[in-house]
C-alpha cells in the first residue's frame, strides 16, 4: 500500500473548504490503512501555504508550479504522473463540479475506479471501499477498486481535521502537460453571485424554480427573502439553465437545508429537489398546477400564479413589519 493523493484547489491565496475535507479525510484513511497521504497543489501556491496542509495531516505536497489552476485537463495531467512515479493507490477529492470533471479524466487516465458523491469511505481488509447514496438518497451503493480507485466526495461530505502543527515537506514537480491542456487558458476567475449567502444557515428559504419563467423573475424571490430577513435558493432547472448562481442550488447534486420555513415558488417538487429540503420545520409552496407534487408534501399549499403572489405577500410581510 503506497498512499493516497489528494487534491487541494485554492484560490486568492486560500484553500477551499471541501478541498480541506478532502486532505483531511486523506490523512484519516492513510493512518487506518498504515500508509501516507500526500496533497497536490496547482499553480502558484507560496510555501507557507503549501506547507500549512500538514497541518491537516499530509507529510508531502507536491507542488505544480507551471501548470495553470481551476482547469481539469492539466490537473489530471500532473495528477497521473504523481501517481504512477509515487505509486498511489487512490486519488481523493472533496468534491465539487470541477473535483468531478478531474476524477474523471484521471480514472480514464489511469483506467481506475471512480465514484463520485461519495459520503463515507471505510477501509476493508486494507482497501478503501467507498459510499454513495443512491436512488434520491434512499439507498446506498458502495464501491470497491480492483487496482486504483478515485474517490469523490459530496460536498461538504468530509469533516475538516486540523491535525496539529505541522509543515508537510513540499516538492516540485514539473510535469510536461498533454497538447490538449496546452490548449487551454484560463481567461477569468472569480467568485459566483450570491456564493457569500449562507444558505444552509438561513432560517427561511424563498426557492424559485423554472416557474419564475425568466432569470429577472427571481427578483420577485429576492424581495421577498428580503422582507422576510432570509435567502434564495433555486432548483436545479433554473441554476442549470444560467437563472441563478450554481451556489443555491439545494437537492441530491446541491445543497441540504432544513430552514424554519422553505417557500417553493414555481417549482414541481421533484425528488431530487425534495431531498434537499426535506427536513425544513414549514414547506410553503406555490404552483399554478394543482396537481405539482410539490403539494404532496407541502404544509401549506397556494394554487395560483406566483407572479401575483409573490409581490402580495412581499406587501403583505413589509405592512405587518412597518
Ligand atoms: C441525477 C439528477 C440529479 C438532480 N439533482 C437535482 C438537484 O440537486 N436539485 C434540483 O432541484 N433538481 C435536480 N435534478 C432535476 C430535477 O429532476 C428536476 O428536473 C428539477 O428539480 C425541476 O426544476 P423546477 O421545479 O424548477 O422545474 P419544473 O419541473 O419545470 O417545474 C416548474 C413548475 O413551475 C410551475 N409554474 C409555471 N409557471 C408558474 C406560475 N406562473 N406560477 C406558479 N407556478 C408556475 C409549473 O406548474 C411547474 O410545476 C436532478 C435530476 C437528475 C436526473
Same mark, same amino acid.
Given at each position: 500500500?503506497?498512499?493516497?493523493?489528494?487534491?487541494?484547489?485554492?484560490?486568492?491565496?486560500?484553500?477551499?473548504?471541501?478541498?480541506?475535507?478532502?486532505?483531511?479525510?486523506? $490523512?484519516?484513511?492513510?493512518?487506518?490503512?498504515?500508509?501516507?497521504?500526500?496533497?497536490?497543489?496547482?499553480? =502558484?501556491?507560496?510555501?507557507?501555504?503549501?506547507?500549512?496542509?500538514?497541518?491537516?495531516?499530509?507529510?508531502?505536497?507536491?507542488?505544480?508550479?507551471?501548470?495553470?489552476?481551476?482547469?481539469?485537463?492539466?490537473?489530471?495531467?500532473?495528477?497521473?504522473?504523481?501517481?504512477?512515479?509515487?505509486?498511489?493507490?487512490?486519488?481523493?477529492?472533496?468534491?465539487?463540479?470541477?473535483?468531478?470533471?478531474?476524477?474523471?479524466?484521471?480514472?480514464? %487516465?489511469?483506467?481506475?475506479?471512480? !465514484?463520485?458523491?461519495?459520503? #463515507?469511505? &471505510?477501509?476493508? =481488509?486494507?482497501?478503501? +471501499?467507498?459510499?454513495?447514496?443512491?436512488?434520491?438518497?434512499?439507498?446506498?451503493?458502495?464501491?470497491?477498486?480492483?487496482?486504483?480507485?478515485?474517490?469523490?466526495?459530496?460536498?461538504? $461530505?468530509?469533516?475538516?481535521?486540523?491535525?496539529?502543527?505541522?509543515?508537510?515537506?513540499?516538492?516540485?514537480? +514539473?510535469?510536461?502537460?498533454?497538447? $490538449?491542456?496546452?490548449?487551454? !487558458?484560463?481567461? !477569468?476567475?472569480?467568485?459566483? %453571485?450570491?456564493?457569500?449567502?449562507?444558505?444552509?444557515?438561513?432560517?427561511?428559504?424563498?426557492?424559485?424554480?423554472?416557474?419564475?419563467?425568466?432569470?429577472?423573475?427571481?427578483?420577485?424571490?429576492?424581495?421577498?427573502?428580503?422582507?422576510?430577513?432570509?435567502? /434564495?435558493?433555486?432548483?436545479?432547472?433554473?441554476?442549470?439553465?444560467?437563472?441563478?448562481?450554481?451556489?443555491? #442550488?439545494?437537492?441530491?447534486?446541491?445543497? +441540504?437545508?432544513?430552514?424554519?420555513?422553505?417557500?417553493?415558488?414555481?417549482?414541481?417538487?421533484?425528488? #431530487?429537489?425534495?431531498?434537499?429540503?426535506?427536513?425544513?420545520? &414549514?414547506?410553503?409552496?406555490?404552483?399554478?398546477?394543482?396537481?405539482?407534487?410539490?403539494?404532496?408534501?407541502?404544509?401549506?399549499?397556494? /394554487?395560483?400564479?406566483? &407572479?401575483?403572489?409573490?409581490?402580495?405577500? +412581499?406587501?403583505?410581510?413589509? $405592512?405587518?413589519?412597518?
Amino acid at each position: 500500500m503506497s498512499g493516497i493523493l489528494a487534491y487541494a484547489l485554492h484560490y486568492e491565496g486560500a484553500f477551499n473548504k471541501n478541498s480541506l475535507g478532502g486532505v483531511s479525510e486523506a $490523512a484519516r484513511l492513510a493512518s487506518e490503512l498504515g500508509c501516507e497521504a500526500h496533497a497536490v497543489v496547482i499553480g =502558484d501556491v507560496s510555501d507557507g501555504l503549501a506547507a500549512s496542509l500538514g497541518n491537516y495531516g499530509v507529510t508531502k505536497v507536491f507542488r505544480a508550479k507551471d501548470a495553470p489552476e481551476g482547469l481539469a485537463q492539466p490537473v489530471v495531467d500532473v495528477m497521473a504522473s504523481i501517481m504512477d512515479e509515487g505509486g498511489h493507490d487512490y486519488a481523493l477529492f472533496g468534491g465539487g463540479l470541477l473535483g468531478f470533471e478531474i476524477g474523471a479524466g484521471l480514472a480514464a %487516465r489511469l483506467n481506475a475506479g471512480v !465514484t463520485m458523491e461519495v459520503t #463515507q469511505v &471505510n477501509v476493508e =481488509d486494507g482497501k478503501l +471501499t467507498a459510499e454513495r447514496p443512491i436512488h434520491g438518497d434512499s439507498s446506498i451503493s458502495t464501491s470497491r477498486y480492483k487496482d486504483r480507485g478515485i474517490i469523490i466526495g459530496r460536498l461538504n $461530505a468530509f469533516e475538516i481535521a486540523a491535525a496539529g502543527d505541522s509543515a508537510a515537506e513540499v516538492e516540485d514537480v +514539473t510535469v510536461e502537460l498533454s497538447e $490538449a491542456s496546452q490548449r487551454l !487558458t484560463m481567461v !477569468t476567475r472569480g467568485e459566483q %453571485r450570491g456564493a457569500d449567502v449562507d444558505i444552509e444557515g438561513a432560517d427561511i428559504l424563498v426557492a424559485g424554480g423554472r416557474g419564475l419563467g425568466k432569470p429577472e423573475g427571481f427578483e420577485l424571490c429576492e424581495a421577498l427573502a428580503d422582507a422576510l430577513g432570509g435567502a /434564495v435558493a433555486a432548483t436545479r432547472a433554473v441554476v442549470d439553465a444560467g437563472w441563478y448562481p450554481y451556489s443555491t #442550488q439545494i437537492g441530491q447534486t446541491g445543497k +441540504t437545508v432544513s430552514p424554519k420555513l422553505y417557500l417553493a415558488a414555481g417549482i414541481s417538487g421533484a425528488i #431530487q429537489h425534495k431531498v434537499g429540503f426535506q427536513s425544513s420545520e &414549514n414547506i410553503v409552496a406555490i404552483n399554478k398546477d394543482s396537481n405539482a407534487p410539490i403539494f404532496e408534501y407541502s404544509d401549506l399549499g397556494i /394554487v395560483g400564479d406566483l &407572479n401575483k403572489i409573490l409581490p402580495k405577500l +412581499t406587501e403583505a410581510v413589509k $405592512a405587518k413589519k412597518g
